[in-house]
């Protein structure tokens, strides 16, 4: 940037320096023009007499009126020499400055000068000149001071967020990045990146939470049927006992694979990764699928299955996982609920499902909704403990809210608004 200034600093001085002699030549040209026309209405002797005039009044410029021979006639003019004719300039000497000159020849020899000081138009370039530079330098001085400043911020945000990066990466998921406050581009990358760590501290806990899940909930059946094969190696083989210990084994198999496959599905649909492949999902036809489905399952269960469907509500989601979620809510509800279910599709859309059964107190809710979560009333029944979760995960993998809500007995509301 100095570089830059010197440069356009010297460029300038020959610029201004030109612009200002140009003006300086106009002025001296309009006075000489002046003595000129003196000279030509009153003569020699009427010019003599302006000039001597002028140069008494001690004007901003200096004349002279020369005889052919140099002999100084009229006015004041050191170093003048006759014969000049034109602009010329005249080097400084110990008595005077340098100077503009403009001379004319007059008949007879004569000669007339008329001159103006340099310095003030020197001094005047040099100060037009060395603007530049100064102006580069402290604007590089204030450059390199804000600079300054700027980096010891930076540096002492980066020093936070590298000590907030180590006790991450040592295992501490629940510490963020620091903000400033100032709201500026680094506070919100900053929240971008605290958003991102807040989806992998979810999905940690949640890892978590299956395998003690897992390991919790599957570990009875699992037991139960090694203690069953341990039982029957141990006595004597009979087909009709063998027959039935398989059969209770495959029962047993069936449940564990079927709480596997739950969970899966709920990882999936947690996981994000279906949003992916969302399509249009025609909601209308899926719901009275749905109904149909298990329309015949609450009628063999001494259930009645109403439906109230609206038409034409469709939204971008995955219909499988959907379908699922629908036939999970109706049959928690043929299996815990009452005699009396509602199938609700409602615009929104809203998908309920209301039975008039006991329902669910409202301190417990919540826990049915994670994953193997039974009231204790429900235990000696069968099922996995997953339907809700799945339910839940299926929600808010399509951006909506599941949640149980009193009504008739229980209403389980799949609130799917924001999915649209």
């Known amino acids: 940037m100095l570089l830059v200034s010197l440069l356009g600093s010297g460029w300038g001085w020959l610029r201004a320096e030109a612009a200002l002699r140009q003006q300086l030549d106009l002025v001296i040209a309009g006075e ?6 003196e ?22 410029l200096l004349v002279v009126l020369l005889a052919p021979d140099g002999r100084r006639v009229a006015g004041r003019l050191p170093g003048a020499q006759p014969g000049l004719r034109g602009f010329a300039v005249l080097p400084a ?36 000149a060395w ?37 991450i990466v040592a295992g501490d998921l629940t510490r963020r990045l620091p903000l400033s406050g100032r709201n500026d581009e680094f506070d919100r990358l900053t929240e971008t990146f605290n958003a991102l760590l807040g989806r992998i501290e979810a999905l940690m806990v949640a890892q978590r939470q299956v395998t003690d899940d897992i390991a919790h909930d599957l570990r009875s059946p699992l037991s139960r049927l090694r203690q069953a094969l341990e039982g029957a190696l141990a006595r004597p083989r009979a087909a009709e006992a ?5 059969e209770s084994a495959l029962v047993e198999l069936d449940s564990v694979l ?27 036809a899926l719901v009275g699928d749905c ?9 063999d269960s001494g259930r009645v299955l109403r439906s ?57 809710r919540e826990a049915v909704m994670r994953r193997f979560g039974r009231l204790e009333r429900s235990r000696s029944t069968s099922g996995t403990g997953l339907g809700l979760a799945l339910v839940a995960a299926a929600a808010a993998a399509h951006g909506g809210v599941f949640s149980l809500e009193d009504g008739a007995g229980l209403l389980a509301r799949l609130d799917l608004t924001r999915a649209t």
Do not use: C, K, W
Request: aromatic share 4%.
């Open 93 to 128: 000497t110990e008595d005077r400055p340098a100077l503009r000159v403009l001379g004319a020849r007059l008949t007879g020899g004569a000669s007339l000068m008329v001159a103006a000081d340099l310095t003030p138009v020197d001094r005047a370039a040099s100060a037009l």
């Open 308 to 364: 109230e469907i609206a038409p034409g509500l469709s939204l971008q989601g995955d219909a499988a996982l959907l379908r699922q979620a629908v036939i999970n809510l109706l049959d928690n509800a043929v299996l815990h609920g009452g005699q009396h279910i509602t199938l609700r599709l409602r615009p929104g859309p809203v998908i309920e499902v209301e039975d008039d059964g006991p329902g669910i107190p409202a301190d417990q």
């Open 131 to 167: 603007t530049p530079p100064l102006a580069g330098g402290a604007a590089a001085l204030v450059a390199l001071l804000l600079g300054f400043i700027a980096a010891g911020r930076m540096e002492r945000r980066l020093a936070d967020s590298s000590d907030a990066a180590r006790a």
């Open 39 to 60: 000279y030509e209405e009153f003569g020699l002797l009427g010019l003599a007499a302006t000039v001597d005039a002028y140069a008494r009044r001690r004007g901003p």
């Open 242 to 246: 063998d027959n039935a210990m398989l």
């Open 291 to 299: 109904a149909e489905i298990m329309g015949p399952v609450a009628e």
């Open 32 to 37: 000489a023009e002046g003595f000129l026309r």
């Open 258 to 284: 079927a709480s596997f496959a739950a969970l899966l599905r709920i990882a999936r649909a947690e996981s994000g990764v279906l949003a992916q492949g969302f399509s249009s999902v025609d909601l209308t």
